[in-house]
């Protein structure tokens, strides 16, 4: 039996979803960006960030993409999970065009397929660890929903967070954790939909490098032993070396190494 045959949606901590071994060719990148343009308007210029990007991440893949700050990293990162728009080029998730669909069905895809990791956790300061876990659930269920789901969905989101050493923290706020412990929350956030992909950028860029370490192992541990499909962006090489394939963007464009 593959890893994959293995995962079950009533299992609260695994994170693959059948149907990318059942409705997609394998043949298929699970994420790819094609022809990718981003310019920035700045000081009456034209800053020309991404000049024809192009990038594919397999099912269960790994690829790190490293460069110079301000290289368009973080850039290209938001315009595959779907935060912003490219002036031109093309992203696709299994093969479907994802980039030119209408705004509450890229809102939709971001909420279910695509989990994101900042490097500044990006929690809700005022909810408690579960519930900034919670609270991607609570935007797709809507309140009657939620009703219906609720018990189900804070087991998901305990079974995450006690996966990740946290199981002692379920109702500190953000203030009340360590910045592992607040990223540690941020990945289960990102976890909690089961997304195909998790896009992380400079995940360890704000730690200590004992937490950072803990940070990578986990991610790597993420695609290793869940399969999880990963972009982590990053412009520490020796970070970068834990990935299966390490890309680099310069000059606009990308470069594998
Ligand atoms: P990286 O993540 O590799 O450090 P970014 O993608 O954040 O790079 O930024 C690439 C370039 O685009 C930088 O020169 C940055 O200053 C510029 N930039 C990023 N976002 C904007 C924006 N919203 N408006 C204008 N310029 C921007
Ligand atoms: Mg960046």
């Given at each position: 039996m593959t890893r994959a045959a293995m995962r079950d949606d009533t299992n609260?901590?695994?994170?693959g979803r059948e149907r990318d071994e059942?409705?997609?060719?394998?043949?298929?990148?699970?994420?790819?960006v094609r022809k990718l343009r981003k310019n920035y308007r700045s000081g009456g210029g034209l800053l020309e960030v991404l000049r024809g990007v192009d990038f594919d991440l397999d099912q269960s893949g790994f690829v790190a993409i490293v460069g110079q700050s301000g290289?368009?990293?973080?850039?290209?990162?938001?315009?595959?999970?779907?935060l912003d728009e490219p002036d031109s080029g093309e992203v696709y998730l299994s093969g479907t065009r994802i980039d030119n669909l209408p705004a509450h069905h890229r809102d939709r895809l971001r909420n279910?397929?695509?989990?994101?990791?900042?490097?500044?956790?990006?929690l809700l300061p005022e909810f408690n660890a579960?519930?900034?876990?919670?609270?991607?659930?609570?935007?797709?269920?809507g309140v009657l929903e939620w009703?219906?789901?609720?018990?189900?969905?804070?087991?998901?989101?305990?079974?995450?967070?006690?996966?990740?050493?946290?199981?002692?923290?379920?109702?500190?706020?953000?203030?009340?954790?360590?910045?592992?412990?607040?990223?540690?929350?941020?990945?289960?956030?990102?976890?909690?939909?089961?997304?195909?992909v998790l896009l992380a950028d400079e995940p360890t860029g704000n730690l200590d490098e004992a937490s950072g370490a803990e940070i990578l192992d986990?991610?790597?541990?993420?695609n290793r032993e869940d399969g999880l499909s990963i972009v982590l962006v990053t412009?520490?090489?020796?970070?970068?070396?834990?990935?299966?394939?390490?890309?680099?963007?310069?000059?606009?464009?990308?470069?594998t190494i």
């Open positions: 609260p901590v695994s994170l059942r409705g997609s060719n394998a043949l298929v990148p699970l994420l790819s290289s368009g990293k973080s850039t290209l990162l938001h315009l595959m999970g779907l279910t397929d695509i989990g994101m990791v900042f490097q500044s956790y990006h579960l519930e900034n876990v919670l609270a991607p659930l609570m935007v797709r269920y009703m219906r789901r609720k018990t189900e969905a804070r087991g998901r989101a305990r079974a995450l967070l006690e996966r990740f050493g946290l199981g002692a923290r379920l109702h500190h706020k953000p203030r009340q954790l360590s910045g592992g412990e607040m990223q540690r929350v941020a990945i289960a956030r990102a976890l909690v939909s089961q997304p195909r986990t991610i790597c541990e993420l412009h520490d090489s020796a970070i970068a070396r834990r990935a299966d394939r390490i890309v680099r963007l310069a000059a606009g464009h990308v470069e």
